[in-house]
């Protein structure tokens, strides 16, 4: 437990500042929402904080969950200098509980970072924390299950659904039709075996056009390319915001993606969706969560052929 007194009992923690620690990436941060208001709800009378990536922080400031956005610096572990820099802006959020969400070995060190005579409550997993993750299956759960665990573990007993209705953006500018599904063939570029080919994804905006269905791709502005590949889709790529990602979702008849962050926002916004995995990922611990949310699986995804995607798609 922490050696001063601003945090010593759940009571106590409920007010006062809390910090959330979530570095990254997309699709871990929608995996979180469920967590988020979860510790909202707990800590009523709290000034909550978040810490982040510099790719993340506008957008988590639009989050209701939260009072402030503090920024990841990243420091190399040798320098000192941003280390300290660091340590005292954590310091100076007197922040009487922590929860770690990112549970990394990075985000374990912050830990220390703190000084030990006001070392605040801290949830995850850094050595000789105050409320420890002791699940020895937490590194196979998904992540929803896993976080929900880690915050019982702490004390949270109230789970609210993942929500964005608060998300919004502006597609009307897009002028797209009344019926359209959404394509996402990109993912991260170090992961190129996350990728069902560019060319499978022509022929299914293909098939679906003859349906009636306008194809439209969507992803962020690297991936820019792939959309030459697919020219039967309305190319998206790069045009959208977080919030007029959400708003497709809402209108799209369905989405069909890869693993990657936006499929976790378009079923947790309401879409449809089919998210085809390769054997890089572990559908189990992070598939997408939604109301209708269903996955297609291969070794490697060059052998998925069009014609299962298709008898997967919804009525």
């Known amino acids: 437990m922490p050696r001063d007194d601003r945090a010593t009992t759940d009571g106590m923690a409920r007010g006062g500042n809390v910090l959330v620690v979530k570095l990254g990436a997309f699709g871990n941060i929608i995996l979180s929402l469920a967590a988020f208001a979860a510790i909202r709800q707990h800590h009523k009378g709290a000034r909550i904080s978040v810490l982040t990536s510099r790719t993340y922080a506008d957008w988590l400031r639009t989050f209701p969950y939260f009072d402030a956005v503090l920024v990841d610096p990243r420091p190399r572990w040798w320098d000192l200098l941003a280390l300290r820099q660091l340590g005292r802006m954590l310091a100076d959020g007197r922040f009487s509980r922590v929860y770690d969400l990112q549970t990394s070995a990075r985000s374990s060190r912050y830990f220390r970072l703190f000084p030990a005579k006001y070392r605040p409550e801290w949830s995850g997993i850094a050595f000789g924390c105050a409320l420890p993750d002791r699940d020895p299956r937490r590194n196979v759960l998904h992540d929803t299950e ?5 915050l019982r573990q702490a004390g949270i007993s109230a789970f609210p ?7 919004r953006g502006d597609i009307a500018r897009f002028g797209l039709p009344d019926d359209f599904a959404l394509l996402v063939p990109g993912s991260s570029p170090d992961r190129l075996g996350k990728r069902w080919p560019a060319g499978h994804y022509q022929a299914l905006a293909e098939r679906l056009a003859a349906r009636g269905i306008t194809p439209v791709v969507v992803g962020s502005a690297p991936e820019k390319g792939l959309a030459a590949d697919i020219p039967a889709a ?13 708003d497709l979702a809402r209108a799209a008849r369905f989405a069909v993606g890869n693993d990657t962050g936006p499929m976790h926002l378009l079923a947790t916004a309401g879409c449809a969706v089919i998210t085809l995995f390769s054997k890089e990922s572990n559908p189990s611990q992070c598939a997408p969560r939604g109301r209708w949310a269903r996955i297609l699986q291969r070794p490697d995804l060059a052998e998925l052929p069009v014609e299962a995607v298709l008898e997967s798609l919804p009525d």
């Not at 309305?234 to 959400?246: C, N, P, R």
Request: negative net charge.
């Open 234 to 246: 309305i190319d998206l790529i790069g045009q959208t915001s977080f919030g007029d990602l959400a």
């Open 146 to 150: 896993r976080q929900q665990g880690q």
């Open 161 to 167: 659904s993942a929500d964005l209705s608060w998300c």
